[in-house]
């Protein structure tokens, strides 16, 4: 019996040890490396660089484990959480692929060995807070939002205007939307300092034309609002008019 628990044990390190191989090897289980660098854009913000609870806030408070359903989880989502969909077959932004290489970047937190690093250059005409920044823009919002902030022309992924209030959104998050707090404060991982970095590497932005007209204009709908309450005012001043006119006794 006992030796027979050892082989079981042994041949299941091996078929273990094959899939990590070729994970690293970049075959049909994916390519870990690659796997890393999407990893980094699309779920660290929420997961952290081995899929760990990064703060208290329900967006990033729950762990990940590599296993079966891993794939399935980021394709797909999961309904009633922080967890959207990203497969383009669900609407999101990755193939089938990139997927399947995150996944490999996943299977090997299992091991002490491979660890793919999680580094980005950015820059040299940045100072060293916006450079500071630009990574941290990267690792928390390109996932969504994209490398600077244009979006990624799909539903729930949307660009970040020029004419919101970036750092209060960044804070606070958005109710009732995918978009949590990132500010400590409110439960996000990000530290004031961080934040304040992050804004500066936002306004070295060259923003679109149609996105500088906006922001000199205001927010979309704020002048057809002015205008509809004005032509409200004027319809209530000329009604008013009327009725009095005609409450008046006829000499």
Known sequence: MTKRVLVIGVLALLAFGVTIALAQEGGEAGDPVQGAA????????????????????EAFASDIQYGLAFA????????????????????????????LDIQAYAATWQTAGFQPPLTLAVSPNLTEEQAQGARLFFFNCAGCHGREGLGRDLSGFPPIEAYVDVLAIARRGIPDTKMPPFARQYGGPLTEDELAAMMDYVDTWERPAEMAVQAESGPKGVGMLIMLLGLGTVGLLVGGAVLSRRATPQK
């Open 72 to 99: 399935d989880a980021v394709a797909s989502g999961v309904k009633g959480t922080y967890m959207r969909p990203y497969s383009q077959a669900n609407g999101g932004p990755l193939t089938d692929q990139d997927i």
């Open 38 to 57: 999407l990893y980094a854009e699309y779920c660290l913000a929420c997961h952290g660089p081995q899929g760990e609870a990064r703060a208290s806030y």
